[in-house]
């Protein structure tokens, strides 16, 4: 096979996931609209972690997350042209 090796590792972790057991959240999003979480392992114990520091269930968290805005990005700096 000739791809490279971060094509290769891509697809080996691709393939680690696929085989990890999926945990799925249903929550109600600020809007009302039902939403469903597809979460890896690691994702939930630590969405389980959160909510527990939270005082709340994983849904309850969830929907908590959607008041909270979001953060501003760098701003970036303008390249200047180069002078002739």
Known sequence: MNLSE????FLRDLVKTSRQRSHNVAWTD???TARMTTLTPA???R????AHALGVGKD???RQATFWPAPKSSPTTP??????
């Not at 971060?6 to 590792?9: K, L, R, T, V």
């Not at 390249?79 to 002739?84: D, I, T």
């Open 60 to 62: 309850a968290a969830l």
């Open 30 to 32: 600020r809007d009302g």
């Open 47 to 50: 969405l389980n972690a959160a």
């Open 43 to 45: 994702e939930a114990s």
């Open 6 to 9: 971060s094509d290769q590792n």
């Open 79 to 84: 390249v200047e042209p180069a002078s002739p």
